[in-house]
């Protein structure tokens, strides 16, 4: 996997055009964008990751839903407060994702911006 980052890193250098001073400033931010993407992708998938026994640990919340799913016992006021917990982590994710975006953005110049879009980065 750090193989594919490294030559990820190595296209997204080459396409914003940039030069080693500038790529110091750069890839820090890029790098918090892209772990706060997998953070978010695998909070969103990590119930069916984690179905087969493979695959990365949910979060507390999503395991304590999974729980409270798989017993017949389980309220309905238990569901909603576990649900609404798993929720809440995704937004505070989500707008640390967008944050860590911002701050990006910050540092590029408009056609920079644009290819990070194109390759799904930015929004």
Known sequence: MDQFRQKMNE???????VNDEEWAVILPLLEKVQAKQR??????????????GGGRPASPE???LKTALESENTTPADIKAKLEAVRDVRKKGEAELTQAREDLRKVLTQRQEATLVMVGILE
């Open 11 to 17: 296209f997204l250098k080459t396409s914003l055009k």
């Open 39 to 52: 953070e978010t992708l695998t909070g969103r998938f990590s119930f069916m990751m984690n179905r087969g």
């Open 62 to 64: 999503i395991e304590a």
